[in-house]
């Protein structure tokens, strides 16, 4: 019996939340979904499939860092700035080059559809609010580029 | 009383005055040294220069295409450059200065990286070779080689190119004859080709981020 006991007790204060943080999200990468597509003669062709994400509350800004956990340089910026309003900078996967990459800064007006929702929720995780959110995008450039997709977004600190 | 100071006023200014000279001879002996023997003369002729101007005693200008690019970024082979070759009368001496543009885009000479050549070779007043200084510290270069008829140019990022010249000088011939010319000031709007015929408008990727064009921006090295 005392051996059972020792068991249940440490499956239920070790193995146990060690599950429950997988299961919900990992070690607060936050959840992502979705994909950005892009094509063109700049951008070559691509696809952003999302898996991460960190609130830019660190680097003093009010979005989120969005990426492939697996692609150092397939990242994307979106976030609010102060006086242009909603933005994304996307950093184009396998485009860089030594210290720079292909990156595009996009705005509402060059594209047919520009939606991006950030939301803080009331939780903080270590001092960072932890933001939910959601961006969707279909955005043709002046160069024919066109990028488009949508990433959704939850538990980013 | 006046008997009294006068005498004493002198004796006290003539100290201070031979002091200001000492330390005014000393900071112009150091400046010349560092002008003559260091580096940092570079960059004290430049600022001086710079506010002074230079008056061209000698230019060369060249038209060639892009023969190699490694890591070339938005430029490719075949891309038309310019390069100018001039030799400058400035305030600390002669100095060679070359300026490459291709397409619209200025590579070297015309923005804060300006060509300070350490070295160059002349042959009949012609300016035959060229070289900047400080290629061995990783910072964007340039060499002209008349012979060879070829300019390397590279910078930091990776960006390197071979540029074969035509060896014609622009000056031979004006250059709203020359049919060929597009000066890199005024390229031709997208859409027309050199020639000012129609032709299909080749998009690049830009220096400069601006919103809605594809750009060469600082690598976001975000750890996720």
Request: proline residues 5%; contains cysteine; glycine residues 14%.
């Amino acid at each position: 019996m005392k051996k059972i006991g020792w068991g249940i007790f440490v499956a239920a204060c070790v193995v146990g939340p060690i599950i429950a943080m997988f299961a919900l999200g990992g070690f607060g990468e936050g959840e992502v979904k979705g994909e950005l597509l892009g094509s063109g003669p700049l951008v070559g062709s691509f696809a952003l499939k999302a898996d991460a994400c960190r609130s830019g509350e660190a680097d003093g800004f009010l979005g989120v860092y969005l990426g492939e956990t697996g692609r150092s340089d397939a990242r994307l910026k979106a976030f609010q700035d102060p006086a242009y309003g909603e933005m994304v900078l996307l950093q184009v996967p396998d485009s860089c080059e030594g210290p720079r990459c292909k990156q595009i800064i996009l705005k509402g007006e060059s594209c047919a559809r520009f939606s991006v929702r950030i939301e803080k929720t009331n939780t903080t995780v270590n001092d960072i609010v932890v933001l939910d959110g959601e961006l969707s995008l279909d955005c043709e450039l002046a160069s024919g580029d066109k990028i488009a997709g949508e990433l959704r977004f939850e538990g980013c600190h | 009383m006046r008997a009294n100071l006068l005498p004493r006023n002198k004796t006290s200014r003539g100290p201070l005055v031979r002091k200001l000279l000492i330390g005014i001879g000393i900071g112009i002996a150091v400046l010349a040294f560092l002008t003559l023997f260091t580096p940092l003369g570079g960059v004290l002729a430049g600022a001086a220069d710079s506010v002074a101007g230079g008056e061209v005693k000698h230019l060369q200008e060249y038209r060639g295409s892009i023969t190699e690019a490694r890591n070339g970024g938005d430029l490719a082979v075949g891309d038309k450059c310019d390069l100018e070759v001039r030799l400058e009368d400035r305030l600390f001496g002669d100095m060679v200065q070359l300026k490459l543009a291709c397409g619209t885009r200025a590579l070297y000479g015309q923005r804060e990286d300006v060509g300070w050549i350490a070295e160059h070779t002349e042959r009949d007043g012609e300016i035959v070779h060229a070289l900047d200084q400080w290629d061995d510290e990783g910072d964007p270069g340039i060499e002209f080689k008349l012979d060879e008829g070829a300019v390397t140019y590279w910078d930091k990022t990776g960006l390197r190119l071979k540029i074969a010249l035509d060896g014609l000088p622009k000056g031979a011939l004006p250059a709203e004859h020359d049919p060929a010319f597009v000066p890199s000031e005024k390229a031709a709007p997208p859409g027309v080709d050199a020639a000012g015929a129609m032709a299909a408008p080749v998009p690049r990727v830009s220096e400069k981020c601006d919103p809605g064009a594809v750009c060469w921006g600082p690598r976001m090295d975000v750890a996720l």
